[in-house]
């Protein structure tokens, strides 16, 4: 077992809207991300994944409130810090954090190195630019990006290396963690396997120790991560390997979720997607028992008014359901 | 461990749009930006067809000039036979009885100012059933929402903004259940709904086709949907196809390199995702910026 | 509607602006109603009258009861007081005449007069001093001995000899309760130069201006709108016309259209629904422009798209499908505009180009009066600023508003 990373203990934050409504995004998320591995966060829009993402970063503001859990980083526990604290001593050199759409948000007027005097600057004040081009010159070689990148501003790079960019930027400074918010959704399918590649690359060459992987897109998850967990409705549902999890799903919902996946392979066309009825629950008044069952296949009467322990089982895999696996295989087997 | 999904085979002979050389030039000033180079296509009586490009290859200034939103350049686009005259604002009101779309975006695809009930009357009137008493309306327009798993009770009176998006997207499919035009464009229709809401609005789609024999013209950028629901799949780059034939030759053997390409890049779960063969694609970059 | 009209009462930016701006209304309409008469009766009291109670002195004379309150009737009346002058005049000729002045406590009034008394005698003569100023030292003596006993009588023209006859005397203690004499005014913000009641004229002058802005904003707002729908959703070559005019328009200053459009028309045709007509027809490009770029934003939208494949006709889809979406700019551009007519109409009076004077007073043409009679120079700012006050009050309620309404329909700007 290596070294943990990041380790997140029942973990629980929540939105106030505008009408003081609480709306309780993620509720009570356990996991642990061990050095050189990867996890990957599944689940629809909505489900929490992106509030998760913000929420381990420990960076509250609002109208994102932190409510109760443990957010420890290599040791060290940076739950309840003041949001000044985390930007000072937590993001850039603990954790990366690159957001959903972040090449859109590179300032135009500004060149790439500028960008990362400021991300160098902000923990190591007195480091000289001539420094901070040196390493970042030699990280951006290592990572097969052009060095005149540096000297471009973000308008003058297409959409894939905008976005190679920005990860270079974030994790100049050898973080932890890795926190990546669909990074490459918005990119066309050669784009995103570049990105994917220098990910795996940071990865490889130990410049980012531990990363958390979130997107919709299950088979780019699958040949990212190690692990995966699947969310819903602000709890995770299932956990387990990568493989596990595609091909052999417990929960209802990641078998919905898996059976659903398109790719262009062979017995694609011949499967018969899954439909789910219904929409998630509203999370301003979370649903009793279990929040799944309203659209469940299988649910019963019971499953709408007990609450739902997690069980473990086999190698560190998890399921949040009232029913057992052999009864919830037995009936997929049957569709 | 699942049966095969039902597809009605279509009549290979019938052709019901097709076009010839059609081309869509962008001027702006002195730029001259060809976004669809000579383009043919035969889409057949309820054929289930997509065309797959990447963002930028032309896909959507096809399907506007499909549509007859975006006026031709140059070319001809042949409906039932005969060459498409859309030149008066009532022969436009025509062809649009026949042709119909569903686009990406569900929550700027209603008018959100009217209720869900104008929407769906709307298509009743378009149809010539002004004139019909209430009941039997409001008996067409719970039929075409039971036909979406929806129910038209519920939704009375409300807003479309207060409906989820797949569920947005499938007042489009009931949309077009009540206008029956003879085909379909939908373009990248399931690429902002859930996993879960997709399956069941591509499941509508195919039941539509196999329903009332409706061509059905699928826009994507995703290939691996492509193959799983089309019969015949067009590959577009830079506004030309590069590749087209029924779905399992084109995505099981592609002959183009933009196809193989395309294929090889997407992640997949059987077969290894090849990362090692964006390589070349690396030195191009470096070579690029070198200049 | 009844959503986001709630809402805009939850923005603090719209309440405080709506608040003044009615409270504006209320005063504009409910004066009149309680003091009647022309906002531009010229009352008498005379030109640039400071704010105050006023009496008028024909009507107190004319009563039963007669007072006239003169200006230090009170110090007049003790008789004990001296001018500074006279007492320094005094202690001169005390040294000049020899009296011992060295137990004399030369503030009090009371032992210098007593001294005086006691030392001064006409005839005595005292080395160094000349004629005129003898003369003056008598005259000073004769005002101190009669000082106190004024008496003040009423006098009115006899009728038959034309002479002036004793009509009754006017008691020194004796007061009069203001409620009892006929045509007192208050005038709280005193009188112009023509001697017009200056709040009067001024809550009319702001009922005309903001008529003004009203109609030269709908005449603004109209055309443009319109211009704008055309312009945006038609396009190709009525897009290029329009746009060629609009540019024309923004690149000659509309104001100096304005001012060759009043120039033009001479004075006695501009009343004031002409001059707001000439604003609001000079001031609608802005609007246009962006109209324009919203319906064009719009215009390739796929709501659009969709109304126009189920056949609706170009009208219906302008009505239904891209007029509701931009109708909360409408009205905000409508409510700045109303706002900048009521500033041209105030600019274009300043250069003497409003309207005519004789009909309705409005607030550039009370700066305009002010500023021609050089109010400012002779210090009377009640001339003038509380004009400039209004001014300021009417956009800045009218700019609050429109924030607040920024804030309810900008997606943007929501939290």
Redesign the interface.
Known sequence: MGKVMIEVKDLKTKYVT?NHEDVYAVDGVSFKIEEGKSLGVAG??GCGKSTLALSVMGYYFAPLHYMSGDIIIDGKSISGMDPDEVRKHVLGTEIAYIPQAAMNALNPTQKVINFLYDVVHAHHPKMPKKDIREMAEKRFEEL?L?K??LDRYSVELSGG?KQRTVIAVSTILSPKVLIADEPSSAL???S???V??MM?ELMEKGYIKSMMFIT?????L???TDDIMVMYAGQIVEKGTAKEL??DPTHPYSH??M???????????????????G?PPNLKHPPAGCRFAA?CPYATQECKFYQVPVKEFGEGRMYRCLKGIDELKEA??H? | MSDEVERRAYNKDEVILSGRGVTKVFVNGKVRNTAVNHVDFDFHKGEFVTIVGESGSGKTTLSKMILGLLPITEGTIYFNGKERDIRSGHKKREYWKNIQAIFQDPFSSYNIFNKIDTVLLDCINMRGGRNLPKEKKIEMMTEACRFVNLEFKELTNKYPFELSGGQMQRLMIARIFLLKPQILLADEATSMVDASSRATILEMLLNLRNETGMTVVFITHDIGLAYYISDTVYIMEHGKFVESGPADTVILNPQAPYTKRLISDVPKIHEVWDLSSVDLELNEIKKDSAK | MKNTIRQLFHSPNFVVGFVIFVGMLLAIFLYPIFHPGSPLEMIGVGTFAKPGLYISVYDSVNSETETLRLPDADEKRSGAVLSDEDRVAMIEWFGKAGVDTTNLDASDDAAVLELWKANYDPDKTIKGLTKAKRAYYRRLNEALANNGEAELYVATKDADSGELVEKSEIDKDAYVNTKDVANVKRLVLGTDNFGRDMLKELLAAAKTSLMIGLIAGSIATMIGLILGLISGYVGGIVDDIILFVMNIFTVIPSFVILILISYSLGQSQRGAGVVAMIIGFTSWVWTARSVRSQVISLRNRDHVNLSKLSGHSLLRIIFTDILPYILSYVVMAFILQISSGILAEAQLSMLGLGPKTTEVPTLGLMMSWAQLYSAHMNGSWWAYFPVIFTIALISFSLNLMNTGMDQVFNPALRD
């Open positions: 505008r629809e829009s097969a052009p005149d990148v290396m066309d399918v050669t995103q396997k570049l994917i590649k795996r919709h897109e299950l088979p780019l699958y040949n990212v595609v091909f919905a979720l059976g659903s996946i398109l790719v262009p392979e062979e017995g694609t066309r011949g499967k018969k997607l899954p439909a789910l009825p929409t659209r997929y087997s569709e």
